[in-house]
């Protein structure tokens, strides 16, 4: 953006909406409507503000797209965890996404008004569980019309989550990622999986790993070595990173299914490459899914913050 163009945008812009993760920073400028004026993005994320750095992170941002001095920030994600900019502490379950403004933290020694909002935790609902950042794209959700529903949220920790009249009533964490990276790389596995080996939803190995887990008497921990087994005894080891990973979304849609009643549909928020996988396994397990644009939905849940945080002025003060 020239800098003619970004003095456009700051004499326009209502307020800036940032998503803070752990790795990645997003930020938008937009006006009053909620429409995108500048974006900026990096990987400026929680790890690399560890010592402090996230005032300065977030104005040259906001320098670069020429926003006023004056313009209000909204903030989630890791920014508000324990580590982070300041903690935000977690909304229990059963929590009301359109509230979740009510309980945003404001950090000291940054003279724009800055306002970083909760994460969710979970108590009573079901085991303990919190997530931070997944709650604004659901809060989007919510905007959208989406008030009651499942949703899953794929990634190195999967969310499931269940939407109750625009409240998060319950949610699990699925270490799914996470795990297949560690086994991948870490474990026995690593001598038969090719990192490098691309494979798509429709890869007969990634197919036949959602199907093993979701037959009846799967052992995920039993059935693991037989990927290895299979590349010693002459088995397609070319696919043996797409059956690692369809046993495990297997694995987690089978654990899942008590968020799932009958005919629901999962909403699916993530990358184009996991939401194919998931969509896939949920066909084969016989669910329905459909995808939302989970970039869209961030805006969409800052921006309802930014509005009902801004109309009320004792906030700005």
Not at 88 to 115: H, K, W
Request: include cysteine.
């Amino acid at each position: 953006m020239n800098s003619r163009a970004q003095d456009k945008a700051a004499g326009a812009g209502f307020c800036a909406l940032a998503d803070w993760g752990t790795s990645n920073f997003r930020l938008w400028l937009v006006d009053g409507n909620g429409n995108v004026l500048g974006k900026r993005q990096s990987d400026e994320g929680l790890l690399a503000c560890a010592d402090g750095r996230f005032a300065n992170v977030l104005e040259s941002h906001l320098s670069a797209l020429g926003a006023a001095p004056d313009l209000p920030v909204v903030i989630a994600g890791m920014a508000g965890a324990r580590t982070g900019w300041r903690e935000a502490p977690y909304v229990e379950t059963p929590a009301s996404l359109d509230a979740l403004y009510r309980q945003a933290v404001s950090p000291a020694g940054i003279n724009r008004p800055v306002f970083i909002l909760p994460g969710v935790c979970q108590r009573t609902t079901g085991p303990f569980d919190v997530m931070r950042g997944e709650e604004t794209q659901l809060a989007g959700a919510v905007e959208t019309g989406l008030s009651n529903g499942v949703f899953c949220l794929p990634g190195t920790h999967s969310k499931w989550v269940l939407l109750t009249d625009g409240r998060i009533a319950a949610f699990r964490t699925v270490m799914t990622g996470e795990l297949f990276d560690l086994v991948s790389k870490q474990s026995i596995l690593k001598h038969s999986i090719d990192q490098n080996q691309p494979f798509t939803a429709d890869d007969p190995g990634f197919l036949g790993g959602v199907m093993e887990a979701l037959a009846d008497g799967f052992s995920l921990t039993a059935h693991l070595f037989s990927i290895r087994a299979a590349g010693l005894l002459g088995g397609d080891a070319t696919s043996a990173a797409a059956r690692l990973s369809g046993m495990l979304i297997g694995a987690e849609i089978t654990g899942m299914k008590s968020f799932m009643p009958h005919n629901a549909t999962v909403h699916l928020i993530g990358s184009s490459r996991l939401t194919a996988l998931y969509g896939k396994a949920l066909e084969i397990a016989g669910a329905r899914s459909a995808v939302l644009d989970g970039d869209e939905l961030v805006r969409k849940g800052l921006f309802a913050a930014a509005k009902a945080l801004f109309l009320n002025s004792e906030k700005l003060k």
